[in-house]
């Protein structure tokens, strides 16, 4: 396995055609920054047209989680302007996996919650361990999710079912997200990344520019619906604006149940 450019929030390496990259703040559960969103970013950009890569693995280090949300105390204190600038940038970087040319597999190690199931649910295809968990929790911070959150879980898993657990803030275990089509194996954690590599190993016998575009012509039909992503972004923006926002994040990071007074 080969190292590649040295980032600060993530692990980068590439193997047999496979570029791996690993979310590397195990000690913050990988929550999202905004500089593990840039350096995501850059990563994928960096190999659209290398033709020696012919699919990506993303993953989180450690065994616990994939990515556990945003990094709340990071933006706790945001302007409706930065909020919205925040959630148009992440928008940027998970459209930038979206349509990556090559395959992109999510192995989730753990919990994706917040920004960490919006991330995963950018790739093309997911797998997940048994011990994984899913969900949107961001009504618990008095906001919406940012980052297509509303726009992706609706079209994975059906509008009833997303409107459910984006309105409750639950959790989804793996073979719930199995069962509704959130993830699409269930896996050991020990098998996680050989089942990643087993699928791309596959996929590697195919034409890589049919593969590619396979992958412009599914996200086109989606692209139609882009309005949604547009209104997403101004009403996540909206939020940083708000009392309840501010009571949630100051809840979060004080470690107590938030009041919530709708306003």
């Known amino acids: 396995m080969t190292a590649t450019a040295m980032y600060q929030t993530i692990i980068t390496e590439s193997k047999d055609q496979i570029f791996y990259i690993t979310i590397n703040r195990e000690d913050k559960l990988n929550a999202l920054n ?11 950009l960096s190999i659209y047209d290398d033709s020696t890569i012919r699919g990506v693995i993303l993953t989180g280090k450690g065994t616990k989680a994939f990515a556990a949300g945003a990094d709340i105390a990071e933006f706790a204190n945001f302007t409706v302007e930065e909020g919205t600038k925040m959630s148009e940038e992440g ?5 930038a996996i979206d349509h990556c040319p090559k395959p992109v597999i999510a192995a989730i190690n753990g919990f994706a919650l917040g ?3 919006e991330l995963a649910m950018s790739c093309h295809i997911r797998i997940c361990s048994e ?8 009504v618990n911070l008095g906001i919406t999710p940012g980052y297509a959150g509303t726009q992706r879980l609706a079209q994975l898993i059906g509008k009833g079912r997303a409107l ?7 959790m989804m275990d793996a073979q719930t ?6 993830v699409n194996y269930v896996v050991p954690q020990e098998q996680l990344i050989s089942k990643a590599e087993e699928l791309l190993n596959k996929i590697k016998t195919k034409a890589p520019m049919a593969i ?17 992503n547009d209104v997403e972004i101004n009403e996540f923006g909206n939020f940083f604006g708000s009392e309840d926002f501010i009571e949630g994040t100051k809840a979060f ?11």
């Open 253 to 263: 990071l004080e470690k107590r149940p938030a009041n919530f007074k709708g306003n």
């Open 164 to 170: 459910e657990f984006l309105m409750t803030g639950d």
């Open 34 to 44: 905004i500089q593990t969103l840039s350096d995501i970013k850059n990563a994928v």
């Open 91 to 95: 928008h940027g970087v998970l459209r």
């Open 131 to 138: 011990r994984a968990r899913f969900g949107q929790p961001e």
């Open 115 to 117: 920004g960490g199931n």
């Open 212 to 228: 590619a575009s396979v992958i412009r012509c599914v996200n086109a039909y989606y692209e139609k619906r882009a309005d949604g």
């Open 177 to 182: 997200a199995l069962n509704y089509g959130l």
